[in-house]
């Protein structure tokens, strides 16, 4: 079975940083699109990181860009979601994904997903 387990999340305050980490099993990870995606109440899940199995490539929405990175340590079978420079509007679900057929693209394109795990920016 793909299993995906999210952890790092917590409290932080603006400015901080955070890193968030994708444990996955059940499947060759480094064969596996990896996206995050976050939700905030009352707003659409959004996709913030991507690392592409189609070309290696990373992508990032504007939102998080320079802010932001999605790197892989595959002989952990983990991704992790590197957040500096923290804002408020950060606050959210954070959620990690996979996905097997297709590259980058938005959540209903991911087969898989982790439980999720709230990560909180104060001001």
């Known amino acids: 079975q793909v299993q995906l387990v999210e952890s790092g999340g917590g409290l932080v305050q603006a400015g901080g940083s955070l890193r968030l980490s994708c444990a996955a099993s059940?499947?060759?990870?480094?064969?596996?699109?990896m996206g995050w995606f976050r939700q905030a109440p009352g707003k659409e899940r959004e996709a913030v990181a991507c690392?592409?199995?189609?070309?290696?490539?990373?992508y990032y929405s504007d939102s998080v860009k320079g802010r932001f990175t999605i790197p892989p340590d595959n002989t952990k079978n983990t991704v992790y979601l590197q957040m500096n420079s923290l804002k408020p509007e950060d606050t959210a679900v954070y959620y990690c994904?996979?996905?097997?057929?297709?590259?980058?693209?938005?959540?209903?394109?991911?087969?898989?997903w982790g439980q999720g795990t709230q990560v909180t920016v104060s001001s």
């Open positions: 059940g499947f060759t990870f480094d064969s596996y699109t």
């Open positions: 690392l592409s199995s189609m070309d290696s490539s990373t």
């Open positions: 994904a996979a996905e097997v057929r297709l590259g980058c693209g938005p959540a209903l394109h991911f087969g898989s």
